[in-house]
């Protein structure tokens, strides 16, 4: 059950997203995280203050040592910084982890507003990215990026999910926090067809790393041997729970609770409502 998970993202030093929410999340799935390390940020609830770039070379280093000691179950993709990272880390993959699943979130800014993709980045990410992603994991904005075009509805959700499936991947989760309302709706599409994943919206501005969260602990799912919908499924639940009981740290959008798992003995199960 463990489930071996290679994580290529950035590092937050604050703590709430990158690299570190995706450990914590990993962890507190009873899942093994290893990393391979793309990006350094200078960084707190507030903002992004710095960014600093991993040379690709290493980038692949990181990748093909990992790979061909402890292996992996899945890989998750988060922050990739700039084109040549992009090339890199999927040239990589390819070579040292073939046929492995991989969870890809686009990830395009922070939560703050700062961007974590050159623009000139995104074009590659799009060829290169998504059609070797078992997952695709867009937010709204992110979405728009891809398809170019405006979200504003649900009905633009579908059709956004069906744009991007066309590019390649085997599942888009197109979340759908940005959309106004008081309940949150993310669809997963596949080939199969689409199941939708609903939940309260909770009043609180301690939200910073949810999609890299979710992003992990579906990768942790699919490492782990479960159906995608069912690992779509815990995660949700997961994330809703760990915004519940955010800590309350910072000034600004704070980090979530990625450890509420340790804490309450209460199973996951039961706490997201899919439909379809």
């Known amino acids: 059950m463990k489930g071996r998970v290679l994580v290529v993202a950035g590092s937050d030093s604050g703590g709430g997203a990158g690299i570190q929410a995706d450990i914590k999340t990993i962890t ?3 899942g093994y995280a290893a990393t391979a390390i793309t990006a350094l940020t200078a960084q707190d609830t507030v903002r992004v203050h710095e960014v600093v770039g991993v040379d690709p070379v290493f980038i692949r280093k990181q990748i093909a040592v990992v790979a061909a000691d ?8 988060g922050m990739l910084h700039s084109a040549a990272v992009v090339q890199a ?23 703050g507003g700062a961007a974590l993709l050159e ?8 060829d290169v990215a998504l059609p070797r992603a078992a997952v695709l ?21 579908e059709r956004a999910a069906e744009a991007l499936l ?13 959309l106004p ?3 949150v709706r993310d669809l997963l599409a596949t080939a199969r067809g689409k199941r939708t994943y609903e939940a309260s919206r909770i009043d609180t501005r301690h939200t910073h790393g949810t999609g890299c969260t979710l992003a992990s602990a579906i990768a942790t799912g699919i490492a782990q041997g479960m159906a995608l919908e069912d690992a779509v499924a815990r995660a949700h639940a997961y994330v809703q729970a760990a915004i519940r009981s955010a800590p309350g740290y910072g000034k600004g959008q704070g980090p979530l609770d990625h450890a509420h798992t340790f804490a309450s003995p209460s199973p996951l199960e039961g706490e997201g409502r899919g439909g379809g």
């Open 28 to 30: 507190a799935l009873g």
């Open 70 to 77: 402890i292996g992996a179950d899945c890989v998750k993709t």
């Open 89 to 111: 880390v999927f040239e990589e993959l390819d070579a040292s982890l073939p046929g492995v699943p991989v969870v890809v979130d686009p990830v395009l800014a922070a939560k």
């Open 119 to 126: 623009s000139e980045a995104l074009a590659v990410l799009r």
């Open 137 to 157: 994991t867009p937010n709204v904005p992110e979405a728009e990026a891809l398809t170019g075009f405006a979200i504003g509805n649900f009905s633009d959700v």
């Open 166 to 178: 066309a590019l390649g991947p085997a599942a888009v989760l197109l979340k759908g926090g940005h």
């Open 181 to 183: 309302g008081r309940t």
